[in-house]
């Protein structure tokens, strides 16, 4: 197989999905206008798309370089439209403006790339609004919608797009790209392997030490659950950890973003007053900004579901014999470093158990993305795997 042009390098694992894209920018006969990206969170989804996007711009076919390789790859390419959702859903209006550019020929580039990251997050109306434009584009149109999976896009927009499906990257593949970017071997290895291959959520670890400390706390907590008051206490504990990093996240952002709208507008930062017209664009950016905070919020409790998850899933293959307490058997642990914490977790609690738990967890999950209370959910689940764990320690009498 001939090497791919360098634009593809950045994906990671996704070798097939590549030389069908590669092949398709060769020859663009075989290019159609409209792709569905659907994969894991973190398997590189949007970067798939990007590179398709630069591939499609650039003269040599995504040398990496050249001006259109580098404006597509920082946003600012004319002729490339990202929507990225700060908030939990793509409203009606956005959705109108994507289906009037829609229409239209590219500028400067070959194609226009109309690029959906969160197709997802499509409010039913919005969803209507851009049917519009994904049934009658300019012949020089193509869209690209990212999505977890394909069920998760209504079905009139599904059914119109070319499905591509990215895996999930091994874990060695993630390890590479992180020791590429210049982190040390060891850590790689250890962030690639704890983030469970999402690959923002590596490269996070890798970098951040609080996101380190958070997560192993998070798995700290199974052998912290010695009563309910623990389960209602590390719930809470849970809820404000991730509620702090959404903030902190946020308050420097929010901050930049006002300064910014009121320079704009050539108002005074000062003023303590503003006339209205500012007044309401600043309530429509505090609303946004709030939306996007609990979005981040939600992310982040969503994430230590899963690094939580992980910590029954390790004890449960050992639970079963699939891997050993060192890291050792057929199945890889994720947390390889608590190997006494899973030993003693798998000795207490039967293999019928923890996969309670997990059920417990996955509840959680769902019920978090359907609007309960996220403190709510967490602590119910909380509560619920306190009690399922531990029944071998109880028929043992050890306890
Ligand atoms: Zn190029």
């Given at each position: 197989?001939?090497?791919?042009?360098?634009?593809?390098?950045?994906?990671?694992?996704?070798?097939?999905?590549?030389?069908?894209?590669?092949?398709?920018?060769?020859?663009?006969?075989?290019?159609?206008?409209?792709?569905?990206?659907?994969?894991?969170?973190?398997?590189?989804?949007?970067?798939?798309?990007?590179?398709?996007?630069?591939?499609?711009?650039?003269?040599?076919?995504?040398?990496g370089e050249c001006r259109s390789c580098r404006t597509v790859a920082n946003g600012s390419h004319s002729d490339v439209e990202v929507v990225n959702t700060a908030g939990l859903s793509?409203?009606?209006?956005?959705?109108?403006?994507?289906?009037?550019?829609?229409?239209?020929?590219?500028?400067?580039?070959?194609?226009?790339?109309?690029?959906?990251?969160?197709?997802?997050?499509?409010?039913?109306?919005?969803?209507?609004?851009?049917?519009?434009?994904?049934?009658?584009?300019?012949?020089?149109?193509?869209?690209?919608?990212?999505?977890?999976?394909?069920?998760?896009?209504?079905?009139?927009?599904?059914?119109?797009?070319?499905?591509?499906?990215?895996?999930?990257?091994?874990?060695?593949?993630?390890?590479?790209?992180?020791?590429?970017?210049?982190?040390?071997?060891?850590?790689?290895?250890?962030?690639?392997?704890?983030?469970?291959?999402?690959?923002?959520?590596?490269?996070?670890?890798?970098?951040?030490?609080?996101?380190?400390?958070?997560?192993?706390?998070?798995?700290?907590?199974?052998?912290?659950?010695?009563?309910?008051?623990?389960?209602?206490?590390?719930?809470?504990?849970?809820?404000?950890?991730?509620?702090?990093?959404?903030?902190?996240?946020?308050?420097?952002?929010?901050?930049?973003?006002?300064?910014?709208?009121?320079?704009?507008?050539?108002?005074?930062?000062?003023?303590?007053?503003?006339?209205?017209?500012?007044?309401?664009?600043?309530?429509?950016?505090?609303?946004?900004?709030?939306?996007?905070?609990?979005?981040?919020?939600?992310?982040?409790?969503?994430?230590?579901?899963?690094?939580?998850?992980?910590?029954?899933?390790?004890?449960?293959?050992?639970?079963?014999?699939?891997?050993?307490?060192?890291?050792?058997?057929?199945?890889?642990?994720?947390?390889?470093?608590?190997?006494?914490?899973?030993?003693?977790?798998?000795?207490?609690?039967?293999?019928?158990?923890?996969?309670?738990?997990?059920?417990?967890?996955?509840?959680?999950?769902?019920?978090?993305?359907?609007?309960?209370?996220?403190?709510?959910?967490?602590?119910?689940?909380?509560?619920?795997?306190?009690?399922?764990?531990?029944?071998?320690?109880?028929?043992?009498?050890?306890?």
């Amino acid at each position: 197989m001939t090497a791919l042009p360098p634009v593809w390098d950045q994906l990671v694992g996704q070798e097939e999905l590549a030389a069908t894209l590669a092949a398709a920018v060769a020859e663009p006969g075989r290019l159609t206008h409209a792709y569905l990206f659907t994969g894991p969170p973190g398997s590189g989804r949007s970067n798939a798309a990007r590179a398709f996007a630069a591939a499609l711009q650039c003269p040599e076919g995504g040398c990496g370089e050249c001006r259109s390789c580098r404006t597509v790859a920082n946003g600012s390419h004319s002729d490339v439209e990202v929507v990225n959702t700060a908030g939990l859903s793509i409203g009606v209006g956005d959705a109108r403006e994507l289906a009037l550019l829609a229409a239209h020929h590219p500028t400067v580039g070959a194609w226009r790339v109309l690029l959906v990251e969160d197709a997802d997050r499509l409010t039913e109306q919005a969803a209507d609004a851009l049917l519009k434009g994904l049934e009658e584009p300019s012949p020089r149109t193509i869209w690209m919608l990212c999505a977890p999976s394909p069920q998760d896009v209504i079905v009139t927009i599904r059914s119109r797009c070319r499905q591509l499906a990215l895996r999930t990257p091994p874990v060695e593949a993630v390890t590479e790209l992180l020791v590429a970017r210049g982190v040390d071997r060891a850590m790689a290895a250890w962030a690639a392997r704890a983030a469970q291959s999402h690959i923002g959520v590596a490269g996070w670890l890798a970098r951040d030490e609080e996101a380190r400390t958070r997560r192993h706390r998070v798995t700290r907590i199974p052998a912290e659950l010695s009563g309910l008051g623990d389960a209602l206490r590390q719930a809470a504990a849970l809820h404000d950890l991730a509620t702090a990093e959404a903030q902190a996240v946020a308050e420097e952002r929010d901050a930049a973003e006002k300064e910014e709208l009121l320079r704009l507008n050539g108002a005074d930062p000062t003023a303590r007053t503003q006339p209205p017209a500012i007044r309401s664009q600043l309530n429509q950016l505090a609303k946004e900004q709030k939306a996007r905070t609990t979005r981040r919020r939600r992310d982040v409790i969503d994430r230590t579901l899963v690094d939580l998850a992980s910590v029954y899933r390790d004890a449960l293959l050992i639970a079963c014999g699939a891997a050993s307490g060192d890291g050792e058997g057929p199945v890889q642990l994720v947390n390889v470093q608590a190997a006494p914490d899973l030993q003693r977790l798998a000795g207490t609690t039967s293999a019928e158990h923890l996969l309670l738990c997990l059920e417990e967890i996955d509840r959680a999950r769902t019920r978090i993305t359907e609007n309960v209370a996220p403190l709510l959910a967490l602590e119910a689940m909380l509560v619920a795997v306190h009690r399922l764990q531990g029944d071998l320690a109880v028929a043992g009498g050890r306890r």
